[in-house]
């Protein structure tokens, strides 16, 4: 790899701290696993440079990275540990919970594919293609997992508005 894109990926990465961050403390739910998780996949992400043919996809591959990681560290606990927002120190970092703890906790409480997909498309804002790359799983599995998850979650919702 040249220097122009080993000095593009470095960018990359130093920009993409804090997103990065967010998305693996939605997985982990842990500070530290969830910092430990980022310098991972920054250290993957820096190993295999030379197999990303197109820095104008970085965003994607890297944040496969980053998720594989998060599952793998999730397949090693053997299961999910639930930190109330008030219990994170999070002073150096944004704020990773949503304002809304009860969305959050209704999405962590989908499947885990199917949250997966809505916390990509909207906690990090990518796109259904990103999405589809970043998981390895059809344009159409994307969708469907979205739009079954957000029906859920609208259900969810409205049933609690009904109480």
């Not at 960018?11 to 961050?21: D, G, R």
């Not at 996949?41 to 190993?47: I, P």
């Not at 970043?134 to 009904?162: A, D, F, H, M, Q």
Request: with cysteine; hydrophobic share 40%.
């Amino acid at each position: 790899m040249n220097h122009i894109q080993d000095s593009s990926m470095v960018e990359f990465l130093i920009s993409y701290q804090q997103p990065a961050y967010r998305l693996a403390m939605s997985y982990l739910h842990d500070r530290e696993e969830a910092l430990d998780a980022v310098q991972s996949a920054v250290c993957r992400a820096l190993e295999r440079q030379n197999s990303l043919r197109d820095m104008g996809a970085v965003r994607p591959w890297f944040v496969r990275i980053l998720v594989n990681v998060c599952l793998d560290t999730l397949r090693r606990r053997g299961k999910v540990v639930f930190v109330p927002p008030e219990a994170l120190d999070t002073a150096s970092y944004e704020d990773p919970l949503p304002d809304d703890g009860t969305l959050y906790d209704r999405v962590n409480a989908l499947p885990p594919e199917v949250a997966t997909v809505v916390k990509l498309r909207f906690y990090e804002e990518m796109s259904l293609r990103d999405i589809s790359q970043v998981t390895g799983w059809n344009i159409n599995t994307v969708k469907s997992r979205l739009y079954g998850g957000l029906k859920k979650l609208r259900l969810s919702v409205e049933g609690e508005e009904l109480s």
